[in-house]
Protein backbone atom coordinates (compact mmCIF):
# COMPACT_ATOMS: atom_id res chain seq x y z
CA UNK A 1 0.00 0.00 0.00
CA UNK A 2 1.07 3.67 -0.87
CA UNK A 3 1.65 6.01 1.48
CA UNK A 4 -0.56 8.08 -0.40
CA UNK A 5 -3.42 5.81 -0.24
CA UNK A 6 -2.79 4.84 3.29
CA UNK A 7 -3.43 8.64 4.10
CA UNK A 8 -6.61 8.99 2.17
CA UNK A 9 -8.07 5.95 3.87
CA UNK A 10 -7.35 8.23 6.88
CA UNK A 11 -9.29 11.30 5.57
CA UNK A 12 -12.19 9.79 4.34
CA UNK A 13 -12.81 6.35 6.35
CA UNK A 14 -13.98 6.23 10.27
CA UNK A 15 -10.67 5.38 12.80
CA UNK A 16 -12.44 2.95 14.16
CA UNK A 17 -12.43 0.75 11.36
CA UNK A 18 -8.72 -1.44 12.17
CA UNK A 19 -6.19 -2.21 9.26
CA UNK A 20 -3.79 -5.02 9.75
CA UNK A 21 -0.15 -4.12 10.15
CA UNK A 22 2.41 -1.84 10.97
CA UNK A 23 2.57 -1.02 7.57
CA UNK A 24 -0.73 -1.46 6.32
CA UNK A 25 -0.93 -4.11 2.92
CA UNK A 26 -3.26 -3.32 -0.18
CA UNK A 27 -4.06 -6.44 -2.05
CA UNK A 28 -4.16 -6.60 -5.74
CA UNK A 29 -4.08 -9.53 -6.87
CA UNK A 30 -5.14 -13.11 -6.17
CA UNK A 31 -4.73 -17.18 -7.35
CA UNK A 32 -5.48 -20.14 -5.10
CA UNK A 33 -4.33 -19.86 -1.56
CA UNK A 34 -2.05 -16.47 -2.32
CA UNK A 35 -2.36 -12.97 -2.50
CA UNK A 36 -0.01 -10.57 -4.05
CA UNK A 37 0.24 -6.66 -2.40
CA UNK A 38 1.23 -3.58 -4.35
CA UNK A 39 4.82 -3.94 -3.98
CA UNK A 40 4.56 -7.23 -5.91
CA UNK A 41 4.97 -9.36 -3.04
CA UNK A 42 2.82 -12.44 -2.64
CA UNK A 43 1.79 -14.36 0.61
CA UNK A 44 0.33 -17.57 1.41
CA UNK A 45 -3.40 -16.49 2.58
CA UNK A 46 -3.96 -18.51 5.92
CA UNK A 47 -7.00 -15.82 6.99
CA UNK A 48 -9.13 -15.86 3.46
CA UNK A 49 -10.86 -12.30 4.25
CA UNK A 50 -11.40 -13.58 7.68
CA UNK A 51 -12.90 -16.96 6.93
CA UNK A 52 -14.58 -15.78 3.47
CA UNK A 53 -12.43 -16.58 0.95
CA UNK A 54 -13.23 -20.36 1.51
CA UNK A 55 -12.73 -21.77 -1.72
CA UNK A 56 -9.45 -19.38 -2.65
CA UNK A 57 -8.77 -16.96 -4.77
CA UNK A 58 -9.77 -16.77 -8.81
CA UNK A 59 -11.34 -20.54 -8.73
CA UNK A 60 -12.66 -21.05 -12.48
CA UNK A 61 -15.92 -22.88 -11.39
CA UNK A 62 -16.74 -19.55 -9.51
CA UNK A 63 -15.79 -17.25 -11.95
CA UNK A 64 -17.20 -18.74 -14.62
CA UNK A 65 -20.78 -19.11 -12.95
CA UNK A 66 -21.15 -15.22 -12.01
CA UNK A 67 -19.60 -14.33 -15.83
CA UNK A 68 -22.87 -16.77 -17.34
CA UNK A 69 -25.04 -14.24 -14.87
CA UNK A 70 -23.68 -11.22 -15.86
CA UNK A 71 -24.25 -12.29 -19.19
CA UNK A 72 -27.85 -12.23 -19.06
CA UNK A 73 -27.78 -8.52 -18.06
CA UNK A 74 -29.60 -9.33 -14.71
CA UNK A 75 -27.42 -8.40 -11.82
CA UNK A 76 -30.79 -7.53 -9.60
CA UNK A 77 -33.92 -8.11 -9.48
CA UNK A 78 -35.20 -7.80 -6.05
CA UNK A 79 -36.73 -10.76 -4.60
CA UNK A 80 -40.38 -9.55 -5.62
CA UNK A 81 -39.35 -11.99 -8.43
CA UNK A 82 -38.28 -15.42 -8.67
CA UNK A 83 -34.70 -15.94 -8.86
CA UNK A 84 -33.85 -19.20 -10.02
CA UNK A 85 -30.38 -19.09 -8.83
CA UNK A 86 -31.77 -18.14 -5.18
CA UNK A 87 -34.29 -20.91 -4.96
CA UNK A 88 -31.44 -23.61 -6.03
CA UNK A 89 -29.68 -22.23 -3.71
CA UNK A 90 -32.07 -22.45 -0.66
CA UNK A 91 -33.10 -26.10 -2.03
CA UNK A 92 -29.32 -27.46 -1.45
CA UNK A 93 -28.89 -25.47 1.99
CA UNK A 94 -31.97 -26.95 3.31
CA UNK A 95 -31.20 -30.15 2.24
CA UNK A 96 -28.14 -29.40 3.63
CA UNK A 97 -28.94 -28.02 7.04
CA UNK A 98 -29.67 -31.30 9.02
CA UNK A 99 -33.07 -29.05 10.01
CA UNK A 100 -36.50 -30.50 9.22
CA UNK A 101 -38.58 -29.03 7.46
CA UNK A 102 -36.60 -26.04 6.71
CA UNK A 103 -37.19 -22.75 5.09
CA UNK A 104 -34.20 -20.35 4.07
CA UNK A 105 -33.96 -16.39 4.40
CA UNK A 106 -30.96 -14.67 2.91
CA UNK A 107 -29.33 -11.79 3.57
CA UNK A 108 -25.94 -9.71 2.77
CA UNK A 109 -23.65 -10.76 6.06
CA UNK A 110 -23.50 -12.45 8.87
CA UNK A 111 -24.73 -9.96 10.99
CA UNK A 112 -28.11 -9.35 9.65
CA UNK A 113 -28.27 -13.52 9.68
CA UNK A 114 -27.96 -13.30 13.52
CA UNK A 115 -30.68 -9.98 13.50
CA UNK A 116 -33.16 -12.17 11.45
CA UNK A 117 -32.63 -15.07 13.64
CA UNK A 118 -32.92 -13.24 16.71
CA UNK A 119 -36.17 -11.39 15.13
CA UNK A 120 -37.84 -14.87 14.61
CA UNK A 121 -36.89 -16.20 17.43
CA UNK A 122 -38.10 -13.15 19.65
CA UNK A 123 -41.49 -13.30 17.68
CA UNK A 124 -41.80 -16.57 17.86
CA UNK A 125 -41.62 -16.49 21.63
CA UNK A 126 -43.26 -13.54 22.18
CA UNK A 127 -40.25 -12.93 24.32
CA UNK A 128 -37.53 -10.39 24.27
CA UNK A 129 -35.17 -12.60 26.51
CA UNK A 130 -32.18 -13.81 24.87
CA UNK A 131 -29.56 -16.36 26.34
CA UNK A 132 -26.03 -15.62 25.07
CA UNK A 133 -22.64 -16.71 25.77
CA UNK A 134 -19.49 -14.44 27.02
CA UNK A 135 -16.37 -13.90 24.75
CA UNK A 136 -18.97 -14.25 21.64
CA UNK A 137 -19.52 -12.40 18.61
CA UNK A 138 -22.38 -12.16 16.61
CA UNK A 139 -22.46 -8.83 14.81
CA UNK A 140 -22.02 -5.23 14.46
CA UNK A 141 -25.87 -4.60 14.15
CA UNK A 142 -28.05 -3.43 17.39
CA UNK A 143 -29.55 -6.71 18.19
CA UNK A 144 -26.68 -8.62 17.13
CA UNK A 145 -24.59 -6.26 19.06
CA UNK A 146 -26.73 -6.85 22.07
CA UNK A 147 -26.01 -10.63 22.70
CA UNK A 148 -22.06 -10.40 21.86
CA UNK A 149 -20.15 -11.29 24.86
CA UNK A 150 -17.15 -9.21 23.48
CA UNK A 151 -16.19 -5.37 25.58
CA UNK A 152 -14.06 -4.92 22.54
CA UNK A 153 -16.64 -5.76 19.66
CA UNK A 154 -19.16 -3.99 21.86
CA UNK A 155 -19.55 -0.33 20.58
CA UNK A 156 -22.53 0.88 22.08
CA UNK A 157 -23.91 -0.37 25.80
CA UNK A 158 -27.75 -0.19 24.74
CA UNK A 159 -29.28 -2.78 23.74
CA UNK A 160 -33.16 -3.75 23.03
CA UNK A 161 -32.76 -6.83 24.28
CA UNK A 162 -32.85 -8.64 27.98
CA UNK A 163 -29.68 -10.86 27.97
CA UNK A 164 -28.58 -12.98 30.17
CA UNK A 165 -25.09 -14.82 29.94
CA UNK A 166 -23.47 -18.13 29.89
CA UNK A 167 -20.05 -19.45 30.44
CA UNK A 168 -17.85 -19.79 27.27
CA UNK A 169 -15.67 -22.75 26.63
CA UNK A 170 -12.32 -21.00 27.82
CA UNK A 171 -9.75 -23.72 28.67
CA UNK A 172 -6.85 -21.25 29.90
CA UNK A 173 -9.01 -18.76 32.13
CA UNK A 174 -12.31 -18.69 34.01
CA UNK A 175 -14.34 -20.36 36.51
CA UNK A 176 -15.09 -23.58 34.34
CA UNK A 177 -11.42 -23.80 32.76
CA UNK A 178 -9.71 -26.16 35.62
CA UNK A 179 -12.24 -28.60 35.35
CA UNK A 180 -12.34 -31.84 32.78
CA UNK A 181 -14.54 -31.80 29.62
CA UNK A 182 -17.19 -33.85 31.40
CA UNK A 183 -16.98 -31.89 34.78
CA UNK A 184 -17.06 -28.67 32.08
CA UNK A 185 -20.28 -29.45 30.60
CA UNK A 186 -22.06 -30.80 33.78
CA UNK A 187 -20.97 -27.42 35.54
CA UNK A 188 -21.90 -25.10 32.55
CA UNK A 189 -25.57 -27.47 32.05
CA UNK A 190 -26.06 -26.66 35.91
CA UNK A 191 -25.02 -22.54 35.63
CA UNK A 192 -27.87 -22.66 32.73
CA UNK A 193 -30.36 -24.01 35.06
CA UNK A 194 -29.20 -21.36 37.71
CA UNK A 195 -29.17 -18.59 35.04
CA UNK A 196 -32.86 -19.33 34.03
CA UNK A 197 -34.04 -19.09 37.82
CA UNK A 198 -32.19 -16.26 38.77
CA UNK A 199 -31.61 -13.80 36.00
CA UNK A 200 -34.98 -14.47 33.65
CA UNK A 201 -38.64 -14.15 33.76
CA UNK A 202 -38.50 -17.70 32.15
CA UNK A 203 -40.30 -17.34 28.77
CA UNK A 204 -36.82 -16.90 27.23
CA UNK A 205 -36.80 -16.80 23.55
CA UNK A 206 -33.81 -18.33 22.57
CA UNK A 207 -29.93 -18.99 22.92
CA UNK A 208 -27.53 -18.31 20.64
CA UNK A 209 -24.46 -19.75 20.59
CA UNK A 210 -21.13 -20.40 18.07
CA UNK A 211 -19.79 -24.11 18.18
CA UNK A 212 -16.23 -22.39 17.86
CA UNK A 213 -16.21 -18.55 18.83
CA UNK A 214 -14.81 -16.69 15.80
CA UNK A 215 -13.56 -13.41 16.77
CA UNK A 216 -13.21 -14.61 20.53
CA UNK A 217 -10.47 -16.53 19.81
CA UNK A 218 -11.48 -20.04 18.29
CA UNK A 219 -12.37 -20.70 22.01
CA UNK A 220 -14.47 -23.51 21.83
CA UNK A 221 -16.62 -25.71 24.80
CA UNK A 222 -16.07 -29.33 25.14
CA UNK A 223 -18.56 -31.73 22.72
CA UNK A 224 -21.46 -32.65 24.00
CA UNK A 225 -22.45 -29.02 25.66
CA UNK A 226 -24.83 -27.77 23.34
CA UNK A 227 -26.50 -31.59 23.79
CA UNK A 228 -26.55 -30.41 27.79
CA UNK A 229 -28.01 -27.21 27.17
CA UNK A 230 -30.59 -28.20 24.75
CA UNK A 231 -32.00 -31.14 27.07
CA UNK A 232 -32.92 -28.04 29.81
CA UNK A 233 -33.99 -25.70 26.76
CA UNK A 234 -36.40 -28.33 25.54
CA UNK A 235 -38.00 -28.06 28.94
CA UNK A 236 -38.86 -24.64 28.51
CA UNK A 237 -39.38 -24.34 25.20
CA UNK A 238 -36.07 -22.20 24.41
CA UNK A 239 -35.03 -22.40 20.76
CA UNK A 240 -31.59 -22.68 19.99
CA UNK A 241 -29.52 -20.63 17.50
CA UNK A 242 -26.41 -22.02 16.36
CA UNK A 243 -24.10 -19.59 14.78
CA UNK A 244 -22.28 -21.09 12.26
CA UNK A 245 -20.79 -18.03 10.12
CA UNK A 246 -16.98 -18.91 10.37
CA UNK A 247 -17.66 -22.98 11.38
CA UNK A 248 -20.18 -23.90 8.47
CA UNK A 249 -19.29 -25.81 5.28
CA UNK A 250 -17.00 -28.32 6.08
CA UNK A 251 -14.45 -26.16 7.90
CA UNK A 252 -13.94 -28.07 11.16
CA UNK A 253 -13.49 -30.98 9.36
CA UNK A 254 -14.79 -33.52 11.49
CA UNK A 255 -18.81 -31.85 10.50
CA UNK A 256 -20.17 -30.36 7.61
CA UNK A 257 -21.81 -27.94 10.70
CA UNK A 258 -19.84 -27.26 14.10
CA UNK A 259 -23.21 -28.07 15.66
CA UNK A 260 -22.70 -31.55 14.74
CA UNK A 261 -20.09 -32.11 17.20
CA UNK A 262 -22.35 -32.24 19.78
CA UNK A 263 -25.75 -34.51 18.32
CA UNK A 264 -27.90 -31.64 18.39
CA UNK A 265 -30.33 -30.05 15.77
CA UNK A 266 -30.80 -26.28 16.53
CA UNK A 267 -33.94 -24.57 15.32
CA UNK A 268 -32.04 -21.77 13.87
CA UNK A 269 -28.94 -21.38 11.64
CA UNK A 270 -27.34 -18.33 10.86
CA UNK A 271 -24.40 -19.05 7.78
CA UNK A 272 -22.35 -16.15 6.01
CA UNK A 273 -18.50 -15.63 4.85
CA UNK A 274 -17.17 -18.84 3.11
CA UNK A 275 -20.58 -19.54 1.02
CA UNK A 276 -20.20 -16.21 -1.05
CA UNK A 277 -16.36 -16.99 -1.32
CA UNK A 278 -16.29 -13.07 -1.44
CA UNK A 279 -19.46 -12.37 -2.85
CA UNK A 280 -21.92 -11.05 -0.41
CA UNK A 281 -24.10 -13.74 0.43
CA UNK A 282 -25.51 -14.71 3.80
CA UNK A 283 -29.02 -15.97 5.59
CA UNK A 284 -30.65 -18.32 8.37
CA UNK A 285 -32.48 -21.62 7.94
CA UNK A 286 -34.78 -22.83 10.35
CA UNK A 287 -37.96 -24.61 11.28
CA UNK A 288 -40.72 -23.51 8.76
CA UNK A 289 -43.36 -23.12 12.11
CA UNK A 290 -40.21 -20.77 13.22
CA UNK A 291 -38.93 -19.19 10.24
CA UNK A 292 -42.76 -17.87 9.44
CA UNK A 293 -42.62 -16.27 12.66
CA UNK A 294 -43.23 -12.67 10.74
CA UNK A 295 -46.66 -10.86 11.26
CA UNK A 296 -45.97 -8.13 8.11
CA UNK A 297 -44.22 -8.06 4.82
CA UNK A 298 -40.04 -8.48 5.30
CA UNK A 299 -37.80 -8.88 2.48
CA UNK A 300 -33.91 -8.03 1.95
CA UNK A 301 -33.46 -5.95 -1.34
CA UNK A 302 -29.75 -7.39 -2.25
CA UNK A 303 -30.15 -10.51 0.22
CA UNK A 304 -29.89 -13.38 -2.26
CA UNK A 305 -29.41 -11.53 -5.15
CA UNK A 306 -28.95 -13.11 -8.54
CA UNK A 307 -24.91 -12.49 -8.56
CA UNK A 308 -24.64 -13.65 -5.20
CA UNK A 309 -26.42 -16.61 -5.31
CA UNK A 310 -24.49 -17.62 -8.95
CA UNK A 311 -21.44 -17.81 -6.83
CA UNK A 312 -22.80 -19.40 -4.23
CA UNK A 313 -24.33 -22.49 -6.33
CA UNK A 314 -20.98 -22.42 -7.75
CA UNK A 315 -19.10 -22.33 -4.27
CA UNK A 316 -21.23 -25.26 -2.50
CA UNK A 317 -20.98 -27.93 -5.52
CA UNK A 318 -17.40 -27.33 -5.73
CA UNK A 319 -16.85 -28.07 -1.78
CA UNK A 320 -19.03 -31.00 -2.26
CA UNK A 321 -17.33 -31.94 -5.53
CA UNK A 322 -13.85 -31.67 -4.23
CA UNK A 323 -14.71 -32.97 -0.75
CA UNK A 324 -13.40 -29.77 1.04
CA UNK A 325 -14.59 -31.04 4.52
CA UNK A 326 -12.34 -34.13 4.44
CA UNK A 327 -9.50 -32.13 3.01
CA UNK A 328 -9.66 -29.61 6.06
CA UNK A 329 -9.45 -32.99 8.39
CA UNK A 330 -6.40 -33.72 6.56
CA UNK A 331 -4.19 -30.69 6.05
CA UNK A 332 -5.72 -29.03 9.39
CA UNK A 333 -4.27 -32.03 11.37
CA UNK A 334 -0.85 -31.17 9.52
CA UNK A 335 -1.11 -27.39 10.86
CA UNK A 336 -2.32 -28.63 14.65
CA UNK A 337 0.23 -31.21 15.32
CA UNK A 338 3.06 -29.41 13.58
CA UNK A 339 2.46 -27.08 15.98
CA UNK A 340 1.42 -28.48 18.98
CA UNK A 341 5.09 -30.49 18.29
CA UNK A 342 7.13 -27.65 17.47
CA UNK A 343 5.96 -25.01 20.00
CA UNK A 344 3.01 -26.06 22.42
CA UNK A 345 5.62 -27.25 24.63
CA UNK A 346 6.81 -22.82 25.27
CA UNK A 347 5.72 -21.30 28.23
CA UNK A 348 4.80 -18.49 26.12
CA UNK A 349 2.37 -20.40 24.34
CA UNK A 350 -0.98 -21.44 26.62
CA UNK A 351 -2.72 -23.43 24.05
CA UNK A 352 -3.33 -24.31 20.00
CA UNK A 353 -6.86 -25.64 19.54
CA UNK A 354 -9.67 -25.12 17.14
CA UNK A 355 -10.56 -27.59 14.49
CA UNK A 356 -10.12 -28.73 10.60
CA UNK A 357 -9.06 -25.46 8.77
CA UNK A 358 -10.19 -23.11 11.89
CA UNK A 359 -7.16 -23.17 14.40
CA UNK A 360 -5.96 -20.42 17.24
CA UNK A 361 -2.97 -19.74 18.65
CA UNK A 362 -2.88 -18.18 22.03
CA UNK A 363 -0.01 -16.26 23.90
CA UNK A 364 0.58 -15.61 27.40
CA UNK A 365 3.50 -14.51 29.55
CA UNK A 366 5.58 -16.75 30.77
CA UNK A 367 4.75 -18.79 34.14
CA UNK A 368 1.05 -17.98 33.94
CA UNK A 369 -2.04 -17.62 31.88
CA UNK A 370 -1.71 -13.77 31.57
CA UNK A 371 -2.27 -12.64 27.91
CA UNK A 372 0.30 -11.23 26.19
CA UNK A 373 -0.98 -9.29 23.49
CA UNK A 374 2.38 -7.93 22.71
CA UNK A 375 4.38 -10.95 21.81
CA UNK A 376 1.00 -12.13 19.64
CA UNK A 377 1.54 -8.81 17.63
CA UNK A 378 5.08 -9.91 17.41
CA UNK A 379 4.53 -13.61 15.48
CA UNK A 380 1.65 -11.79 13.61
CA UNK A 381 4.10 -9.10 11.99
CA UNK A 382 6.96 -12.21 11.78
CA UNK A 383 4.73 -14.08 10.05
CA UNK A 384 4.11 -11.16 7.49
CA UNK A 385 7.35 -10.65 7.33
CA UNK A 386 7.69 -14.36 6.22
CA UNK A 387 5.26 -14.45 3.29
CA UNK A 388 1.90 -15.53 5.21
CA UNK A 389 -0.97 -14.02 6.38
CA UNK A 390 -2.96 -14.80 9.70
CA UNK A 391 -5.73 -12.68 11.69
CA UNK A 392 -5.91 -11.94 15.15
CA UNK A 393 -8.69 -12.36 17.79
CA UNK A 394 -9.07 -13.07 21.65
CA UNK A 395 -10.94 -10.88 24.21
CA UNK A 396 -7.05 -9.81 25.26
CA UNK A 397 -5.74 -9.87 21.53
CA UNK A 398 -3.37 -12.58 22.29
CA UNK A 399 -4.93 -15.25 20.09
CA UNK A 400 -3.12 -15.59 16.54
CA UNK A 401 -6.04 -17.08 14.31
CA UNK A 402 -6.14 -19.08 11.30
CA UNK A 403 -8.83 -19.63 8.67
CA UNK A 404 -7.06 -20.81 5.08
CA UNK A 405 -9.04 -21.69 2.56
CA UNK A 406 -10.53 -25.45 2.53
CA UNK A 407 -8.62 -25.78 -1.20
CA UNK A 408 -5.20 -25.33 0.95
CA UNK A 409 -3.35 -28.34 -0.17
CA UNK A 410 -0.85 -30.50 2.25
CA UNK A 411 2.21 -28.72 0.53
CA UNK A 412 1.12 -25.05 1.98
CA UNK A 413 0.35 -26.54 4.96
CA UNK A 414 3.72 -27.70 5.81
CA UNK A 415 5.20 -24.01 3.72
CA UNK A 416 2.67 -22.00 6.64
CA UNK A 417 3.55 -24.46 9.25
CA UNK A 418 7.45 -23.94 9.02
CA UNK A 419 6.62 -19.77 8.67
CA UNK A 420 4.65 -19.54 11.55
CA UNK A 421 6.70 -21.78 13.88
CA UNK A 422 9.76 -19.76 12.96
CA UNK A 423 7.83 -16.69 13.54
CA UNK A 424 6.63 -18.02 17.09
CA UNK A 425 9.94 -18.86 18.48
CA UNK A 426 11.92 -15.73 16.68
CA UNK A 427 9.68 -13.31 18.41
CA UNK A 428 9.70 -15.20 21.98
CA UNK A 429 13.29 -15.16 21.56
CA UNK A 430 13.69 -19.14 21.15
CA UNK A 431 16.58 -20.49 19.56
CA UNK A 432 15.88 -21.56 16.17
Not at 78 to 90: D, G, K
Not at 242 to 253: H, I, K, M, Y
Not at 265 to 279: E, H, Q, R
Amino acid sequence: MTDDLLARHRAVLPSWMPLYYAEPLELVSGSGRRVTDAQGRSYLDFFGGVLTNMIGYDIPEIREAVERQLATGIVHTSTLYLIRQQVELAEKIAQRSGIPDARVFFTNSGTEANEAALLVATNHRRSHQILAVRNSYHGRSYAAMGVTGNRNWSASGLNPLQVAWLHSGDRVRGLLARLSADEQVDAAVEDLREVLATQTAGDVAALIAEPIQGVGGFVHPPDGLFAGWKKVLDEHGILFIADEVQTGWGRTGEHFWGYQAHGVTPDLLTFAKGIGNGFALAGVVGRTEVLESVPAISFSTFGGNPISTAAGNAVLDYLIAHDLQANAARVGAILADGLRSAVGGLDCVAEVRGKGLMLGVEFVRPGGSEPDPALTNRVFEAARDGGLLTGKGGLHGNVLRMGPPLTLTEEEAREGLAILVDAIRSAAGVAA
